[in-house]
């Protein structure tokens, strides 16, 4: 039983759901915050767009009034998009880097002076194995994917002084319905990461497992699965190797147009 106070933002289903699930399970406290109404139909406890500053602000009360701190901020809302960079248009690149990279910005703004004011907590940003590694037709995701792993890294070195410590987790496919938030115009890439998604063994909630034990483990970067950890490791240790299987899937998804 650990007793923290975490808010957990995309948490009405997926990853999120799943990440309310474990972190209740071992006593936490969570709140649970997303898009949707708040209420009893959506188990939702706060609604929070994490692309508004007011919704971040109205967080950060909602938190300070309930508990008077906060132990552990995930920052999980995202959405999925990609498409090969003569094909996906700049809206699309100026939509996902909203949700996905200013979305976590904005959460980190808002909560870091009271983690520093505690002098305590953890920032935990979902990022995705498109952070290490990068594969082809999936610019626009894989920029902001590692923007996020900078963004971690940044704020663990900004706030060690402070007793805060900072944890992105880069899993690769796994079920889940964040498909239903795909958007693009390049539609090869999205049957072919709709294909991957459908055919992977894993759950969230195999991920979550693995977040919390890489969190009890203190690991800055948390690679939850092993298709993951196979292949960053491939781009650490052979790179010649690495970039030939991503070319040859670059070929592939040419060959699908």
């Known amino acids: 039983m650990t007793n923290q106070r975490v808010l957990v933002t995309g948490a009405a289903s997926g990853l999120g759901a799943a990440l309310v699930a474990a972190f209740e399970s071992r006593g936490d406290l969570v709140m649970r915050t997303d898009r949707v109404p708040a209420g009893s139909a959506t188990g939702i406890d706060l609604t929070l767009d994490v692309t508004s500053d007011e919704d971040w602000a109205s ?3 909602n938190v300070e009034r309930a508990w008077g701190g ?3 901020l ?5 959405v999925a998009g990609g498409g090969r960079l003569d094909v996906a ?3 699309e690149w100026q939509w996902i880097t909203e949700v996905n990279l200013f979305g976590m910005v904005r959460g980190i703004r808002e909560f870091v002076p009271l983690f520093k004011r505690q002098r305590s907590g953890q920032i935990v940003n979902v990022a995705s194995l498109a952070g290490l590694v990068h594969p082809a037709g999936m610019g626009s995701y894989n920029a902001v994917k590692a923007a996020v792993v900078a963004l971690t890294e940044t704020a663990g070195h900004e706030l060690a002084s ?6 992105v987790v880069c899993p690769s496919y796994f079920r889940t319905n964040l498909m239903a938030s795909m958007r693009g115009s390049d539609e090869a890439v999205g049957a072919v990461v709709a294909q991957l998604v459908e055919r992977s063994p894993l759950t969230a909630d195999d ?3 693995e977040v919390l034990a890489g969190l009890d483990r203190g690991e800055e970067v948390i690679v939850p699965d092993q298709p993951a950890r196979d292949a960053w490791a491939l781009k650490q240790a052979d790179r010649p190797a690495y970039d030939a299987v991503m070319r040859a899937q670059a070929a592939k998804l040419e060959a699908m147009s």
């Open 162 to 167: 402070y007793g805060v410590s900072a944890h």
């Open 89 to 91: 248009t700049l809206d």
């Open 59 to 61: 967080a950060l009360a």
């Open 74 to 78: 995930v920052n999980n809302a995202g």
């Open 207 to 209: 991920i979550a497992a």
């Open 70 to 72: 906060l132990d552990v």
